[in-house]
């Protein structure tokens, strides 16, 4: 069985153009820019204005976190801040966690985020043992959803407008990707 302390350590990953570093308090300010963008928001799903403070916070904390994995995705070759990704919300007994990932808007239509997904998926599938790993991503970002599909996440259900953004009401698609569908993976 998985321990509930999974993710108390912290790994550093790295890929062909990305390398997946825990989230600390050099990352704030670019975290910070990034969280101020507003087609940022939008795909996110984020009402709350977060202060530099706060994420100043929030990074520095992230290595002391045993039940969360926060990295921040840096470009390999420069050290870049390209965006910042989750694995958090372990349920041991049924081997399940929640992914989230979100890029610097120019981060996007690059492959960053699917190279940064997949390392993030071989960790918790082949390091942590994971079996499931559920996202959620808004219906208005197909863009995001075929990202996703190509990591190997399936729709698996839909929450009926479950985000209110700019007056209107958007569905939510739950996503997850099982270990057994990925190659070489087990079931």
Excluded at 74 to 86: H, I, K, P, Y
Aim: aromatic share 8%.
């Amino acid at each position: 069985m998985i321990d509930a302390t999974a993710l108390a350590e912290k790994p550093v990953l790295t890929g062909a153009r990305v390398r997946l570093v825990t989230l600390s308090a050099r990352h704030a300010a670019a975290f910070h820019a990034a969280c101020q963008d507003p087609e940022t928001r939008r795909l996110t799903g984020t009402h709350h204005d977060f202060t530099r403070a706060e994420l100043g916070t929030w990074c520095a904390g992230s290595a002391d976190r045993p039940d969360r994995l926060d990295l921040a995705i840096e470009d390999r070759a420069t050290g870049d801040f390209l965006g910042e990704l989750a694995l958090s919300r372990i349920d041991p007994p049924n081997a399940h966690g929640v992914f989230r990932i979100a890029l610097v808007p120019e981060a996007t239509d690059r492959g960053i985020g699917s190279e940064a997904t997949r390392l993030l998926l071989d960790y918790a599938f082949d390091r942590v043992g994971l079996h499931r790993v559920q996202l959620e991503v808004y219906d208005f970002n197909p863009r995001a959803r075929r990202a996703y599909e190509k990591c190997g996440f399936e729709v698996e259900g839909r929450m009926r407008e479950a985000l209110h953004w700019d007056g209107a009401w958007y569905d939510v698609l739950v996503m997850a990707a099982l270990r057994r569908g990925r190659a070489g993976g087990e079931g």
